[in-house]
């Protein structure tokens, strides 16, 4: 399995099967999209979809009932390629196996209402990935990699660091990256390293690098 990095939240996986990409939002250059396969959206936020970047493809699109409203209304040429997946669905993606976690986004405040959000387990070539979206919800199963949120206006870096130890991957990729200078980042890589356990490591990548 090949994992590449793009801009925020947005990672690409390239597995037996094809290439699945992961919440392009407004944040990642539409090159992310270039050969996929498949796309996979976490939840309804801009940086997580921009359906701009969908128009510019034909590639089929896996997401939340919420995301399929608002594509829509907002793109329904995009819409009409869409599959609405549920939090429990196992499917296969391009050739990649996926499983649906979770349902709902992290607190940004309480006096928000809660958005929905499902991440997803891909598993191809005998190696899984987790991209949990904006949430810290755990997989329920053991994974090789762990796309980790570091920043956000819902997470402060003790809960990122408790999250990569609860879910107890050998590695964790930080995504969800754009809120926070790189010297904010740097911090959070520090911290990661400090307080990790053995067994378990923290990688940072730029856009369009492979893990």
């Not at 034909?58 to 829509?72: F, G, H, M, N």
Request: charged share 25%; with cysteine.
């Amino acid at each position: 399995m090949r994992i590449t990095k793009f801009g925020h939240a947005c990672v690409r996986i390239e597995g037996d099967g094809g290439v699945v990409v992961i919440d392009p939002g407004v944040f990642t250059d539409a090159a992310a999209l270039a050969g996929a396969d498949a796309v996979l959206i976490t939840h309804e936020h801009a940086d997580h979809v921009h359906p701009d970047h969908l128009r510019g493809t034909d590639v089929p699109v896996w997401t939340i009932a919420a995301v399929e409203r608002l594509l829509r209304d907002q793109a329904p040429e995009v819409a009409e390629r869409v599959t609405v997946v549920r939090p429990g669905d196992r499917l296969e993606v391009a050739g990649t196996a996926v499983e649906v976690v979770g349902h709902k986004h992290a607190v940004i405040h309480p006096d928000y209402d809660r958005f929905d959000n499902s991440g997803y387990v891909l598993e191809s070539g005998g190696t899984s990935v987790y991209h949990p979206g904006d949430a810290l919800t755990p997989p329920g199963r053991a994974v090789d990699v762990l796309l980790a949120p570091v920043s956000a206006p819902w997470l402060k870096v003790a809960e990122a660091v408790d999250f990569v130890r609860e879910v107890a991957a050998p590695r964790s990729l930080g995504i969800h990256d754009c809120v926070y200078s790189d010297i904010g980042l740097d911090m959070v890589a520090t911290h990661m390293g400090n307080l990790l356990p053995a067994g378990q490591s923290f990688e940072r990548r730029e856009p369009g690098q492979d893990l």
